[in-house]
C-alpha cells in the first residue's frame, strides 16, 4: 500500500515564525503535492514538484516555498506565518505517468496566532 | 484547466437509504478519482475509474467518459459513511488534478 505520512497532525505556531511542514512518500512516486483547505474553499493547489529539485507553483504560492531534495521527501515552508494561513495542508503524491492515482497523507492542522 | 462539478453539495439520509452522488466535468480526462474525507481531515481513495464501472462492496462508482461525468453510488449507508466526498480529474497534459467541490453527506442513525 502507498503511505503518505505527514510530520505533524496539530501544529500551532506564532505571526511571524518559520513553519516546515514535512511529507514523505515511501512509493517512488515523481510527483508530490501540497494543498491548503479552508471550509468553503474546497481543495487549493500550493506547490507541487515532479522530480527532485522541480517544482511548479500552484494556484496560491504567495507566502509559501517549497523543496525537494530527495525524491521521497516535499517540504511546504511558511517564511514568516500569517493568521491567514491557518488552515490544513493536505500532501499528495502521484506517479508521473501510467496509472496516476493520487494518495493523501493524513493532513496537519496548523494555527498561526 | 478543467472544471469540476459536484452535486448535491449537502445530503442528508437515514441509515439504511441509498445514494448516488455525481461529478460533471467540463473536458475529456484520463484519470478520475473518488475520495473520502473522514472526520480527521485525511482523504481516502474510493475508486481509480477513468472509465467503467468498479464495486467494492456497498459502494459502486461508474464513469461514462464520452459524456462527462462519473457517479458514485452509496448503498445501504451507514452512520461511518458521513463525510465529504470528493471527485478529482486529470488530463495528461496538466500536472495538476482537478478537485470538485465535493458533497457532505451525513447519514442519521
Known amino acids: 500500500d502507498v503511505k503518505v505520512t505527514q510530520s505533524s497532525r496539530y501544529l500551532v505556531k506564532r505571526t511571524g515564525e518559520k513553519v516546515f511542514l514535512e511529507c514523505v512518500q515511501d512509493m517512488d512516486h515523481e510527483n508530490m503535492f501540497w494543498y491548503r483547505q479552508d471550509p468553503g474553499l474546497g481543495l487549493r493547489l500550493i506547490y507541487f514538484s515532479y522530480d527532485v529539485k522541480m517544482k511548479e507553483k500552484g494556484d496560491i504560492p504567495e507566502g509559501y516555498s517549497v523543496s525537494r531534495e530527495k525524491k521521497e521527501r516535499f517540504s511546504l515552508i511558511l517564511e514568516s506565518a500569517s493568521t491567514n494561513q491557518t488552515s490544513m495542508y493536505l500532501c499528495a503524491s502521484s506517479l508521473t505517468s501510467g496509472r496516476r492515482e493520487q494518495f493523501f497523507g493524513p493532513g496537519t492542522r496548523l494555527t498561526v496566532l | 484547466g478543467i472544471q469540476v462539478e459536484q452535486s448535491p453539495p449537502d445530503l442528508i439520509l437515514q441509515e439504511g437509504a441509498n445514494s448516488t452522488l455525481r461529478c460533471n466535468f467540463s473536458d475529456s480526462v484520463n484519470n478520475l478519482q473518488w475520495f473520502h474525507q473522514n472526520p480527521w481531515g485525511q482523504l481516502i481513495n474510493l475508486f481509480y475509474i477513468p472509465s467503467g464501472t468498479k464495486q467494492n462492496g456497498r459502494l459502486s462508482a461508474t464513469t461514462v467518459a464520452t459524456e462527462r461525468y462519473s457517479l458514485l453510488y452509496i448503498s445501504s449507508s451507514q452512520t461511518t459513511d458521513s463525510g465529504v466526498y470528493f471527485c478529482?480529474?486529470?488530463?495528461?497534459?496538466?500536472?495538476?488534478?482537478?478537485f470538485g467541490s465535493g458533497t457532505k453527506l451525513n447519514v442519521k442513525p
Open positions: 478529482a480529474a486529470h488530463k495528461y497534459n496538466f500536472n495538476k488534478f482537478y
